[in-house]
């Protein structure tokens, strides 16, 4: 009898303990960062995630800049944006490749407080298909022009943090950022490699009042999948369909949500949360809610990403199957 009462008064005592310790350890410390009349730049601001973060944000008051590469599709959102809320976006086109030209659109657009680094491309092919110059290309403009905005933003971010309030930097990855996908050994990369960068710049910054938040989303409805979908692997279809899709819109405002609430890992949709707790690993975490949820359900977690890797392996083995039967048919 005095056992089982132990046992019972264990087994409320000792997750009330870890979340206490969890309190007070979780690093760093939660904060919120106001978009209101703010200045927000986003980079692929003229399509799909961007132009509907764009929206969103003007809509909440805030100020608006973005950048992308075409004057055309820039002019187009900026007057889409100015017929649904009424308000002007600033826009500059440049190349995120290009250091200088990138370098003279942050100058223009004056002081950023909410740094939204969310341009990207992306081909799904497999690596023996692909040429090496694609390869490049998507690191280039992925991963290389991530660093070229970051490096021409945060000199001006730093300076204006004191009289401006906390400051935020944001970068879209992917779910392919988090798990290495069929067709994907570039994008992944390029979408691993902001991880990293993510991680050690949150280090090097908190100091200057600046917050790091990386985006997940899934499959998103936007001009630039409907591009990738002429030419995609069947089985990266197949895979990435494990994840669903959402809408431009919707992944828009769970970024900007995350980014508002200073997270620093935004998942985007339910598969998203389980990604996010089976990929912890060492990074940041401001909530020491989330924090008791990564530590209890991590076992749990690893089991059911086994069996996404056991359903994919098993795709992978069924197309290959299917491949050598059409091989074999007669003419
Ligand atoms: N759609 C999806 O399924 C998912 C997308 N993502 C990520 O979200 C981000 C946005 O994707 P999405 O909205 O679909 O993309 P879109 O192709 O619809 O839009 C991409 C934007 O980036 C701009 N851009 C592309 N290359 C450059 C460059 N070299 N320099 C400056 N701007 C550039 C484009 O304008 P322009 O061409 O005129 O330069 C455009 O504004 C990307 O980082 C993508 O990897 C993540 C998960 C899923
Ligand atoms: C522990 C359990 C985990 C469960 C969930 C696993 C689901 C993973 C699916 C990954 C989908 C990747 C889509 C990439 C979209 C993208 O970035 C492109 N459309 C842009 O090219």
């Known amino acids: ?34 978009i209101k009349k703010r200045h927000i730049f986003i980079t692929g601001g003229s399509s799909g995630i961007g132009l509907a973060l764009a929206h969103r944000a003007a809509s909440e008051g805030a100020r608006v800049s973005i950048l992308s590469r075409s004057i055309d599709k820039l002019e187009e959102a900026k007057n889409a944006i100015r017929q649904s809320t009424g308000i002007d976006v600033a826009i500059f086109a440049a190349d995120v490749r290009d250091f200088e030209a990138v370098q003279r659109a942050v100058d223009e657009a004056g002081p950023i407080d909410v740094l939204v680094v969310n341009q990207g491309v992306f081909v799904a092919q497999e690596l023996e298909e692909q040429k090496l110059e694609e390869v490049r290309f998507i690191i ?33 990855s992917s779910q392919a950022g988090q798990v290495g996908i069929y067709g994907y050994t570039a994008y992944s990369a390029s979408k691993f490699g902001l991880r990293g960068l993510a991680e050690a710049l949150q280090q090097e910054v908190i100091g200057d009042n600046i917050h790091v938040s990386l985006v997940f989303p899934p499959d998103t409805e936007t001009p630039g999948l409907t591009e990738e979908n002429k030419r995609k692997p069947q089985l990266t279809s197949i895979i990435a369909a494990s994840s669903g899709a ?16 200073g997270s620093f890992t935004i998942p985007c949709n339910s598969e998203g949360i389980l990604l996010a707790i089976a990929t912890a690993g060492l990074s940041p975490q401001r909530s020491y809610l989330m924090a008791f949820v990564e530590v209890v359900a991590a076992g749990i977690v690893r089991i059911a990403a086994l069996c996404f890797q056991w359903n994919w392996y098993g795709s992978i083995e069924k197309w290959h199957m299917q491949k050598n039967r059409k091989h074999q048919m007669p003419p």
């Open 246 to 261: 959402m809408k431009a819109d919707e992944v828009a405002k769970k970024a900007l949500d995350g980014i508002k609430s």
């Open 1 to 34: 009898m005095a056992d089982s009462n132990l046992f019972c008064i264990s087994l409320i005592l000792l997750p009330l303990i870890l979340l206490f310790l969890l309190f007070l350890i979780t690093r760093p410390r939660p904060i919120q960062i106001p």
């Open 140 to 172: 280039d403009v992925n991963l290389m022009g991530s660093f070229n905005m970051i490096k021409a933003a945060l000199p001006g971010m730093k300076r204006s943090r004191k009289d401006r309030g906390p400051g935020s930097i944001a970068l879209m």
